[in-house]
């Protein structure tokens, strides 16, 4: 479809959607400086700046679908973010930053090659879903981690999570490294207001510490942005409880055999 549906139903059910396949190039998409409900058309995945690269974003613009996102960081680096392919029969939200109305198509290059020839899916890391699809909306997060723990977050498997009031996850990510500072690219799923809390967690030894943080979930909300993202602090203490366990896990004893020989 060329635009994005939502569709809410009481019961598990099949859609099935039925017409010929369109030549991508020949559909123009027209981008207003809101939200914009966009479909993808084309029959193969492709990788987001490769399936872009007819528009020009303006920096700070952000896609999403329902459990991921990117954003346009600039000709250098171009589209960042936990979106990394995009594959048909999935809608999208597009906020333009432009201070007017913008036209792109998707490209026909790439529509035929191999589905999964250059494709990263999301979330393809069971480890890091939640449920998503048990809301019908999102916010979006650019974290910058203030790292004072004397390691790389990224190298360790380490990512950051939010949690409701009930315990449920609401959204949770590995953190990536990105010139040098690490950043950390959250969706968190909701319908109404919330607060949520904030957590470190260790994919290693499945493990989640508490940084004390409260986070109000707004609907379609975007915190931060990749110039002044929004600052997630590492305390000393809880640094020193990371790394005192990470030194403990890296100890090895070998065992000293006796003999009376």
């Not at 994005?4 to 859609?15: H, S």
């Not at 973010?81 to 594959?87: A, H, Q, R, V």
């Not at 190298?155 to 409701?164: I, P």
């Amino acid at each position: 479809p060329l635009y994005l549906y939502k569709l809410k139903k009481t019961t598990n059910d099949t859609l099935i959607i039925r017409g010929t396949v369109p030549n991508p190039s020949s559909k123009t998409i027209t981008l207003t400086p809101v939200w914009n409900w966009i479909g993808y058309v084309s029959i193969r995945n492709q990788e987001i700046n490769a399936a872009l690269a007819a528009l020009t974003p303006t920096v700070g613009d952000i896609i999403k679908n329902k459990y991921s996102f990117a954003t346009y960081n600039g000709v250098s680096q171009g589209w960042i973010g936990s979106l990394k392919t995009l594959i048909p029969g999935e809608g999208f939200m597009y906020k333009s930053l432009a201070a007017s109305n913008k036209t792109f198509t998707w490209p026909f290059v790439g529509m035929f090659e191999i589905a999964n020839k250059t494709a990263t899916r999301t979330e393809q890391d069971p480890y890091w879903k939640t449920d998503h699809w048990a809301f019908n909306s999102n916010m979006t997060i650019i974290a910058d981690v203030e790292n004072t723990c004397g390691f790389d977050f990224s190298k360790e498997n380490f990512g950051l999570g939010f949690k409701d009031r009930l315990g449920n996850w609401r959204g949770k990510n590995p953190i990536t490294r990105i010139g040098g500072n690490d950043y950390n690219f959250l969706t968190l799923a909701g319908d109404e207001p919330d607060t949520l809390s904030c957590y470190l967690i260790d994919k290693a030894k499945d493990q989640i510490y508490d940084l004390h943080s409260k986070l109000n979930f707004t609907p379609n909300a975007i915190l931060g942005n990749m110039d002044h993202p929004y600052r997630i602090v590492l305390s000393s203490e809880l640094c020193k409880i990371v790394n005192k366990e990470e030194l403990e896990e890296r100890i090895i004893v070998n065992p000293v055999v006796f003999s009376n020989d």
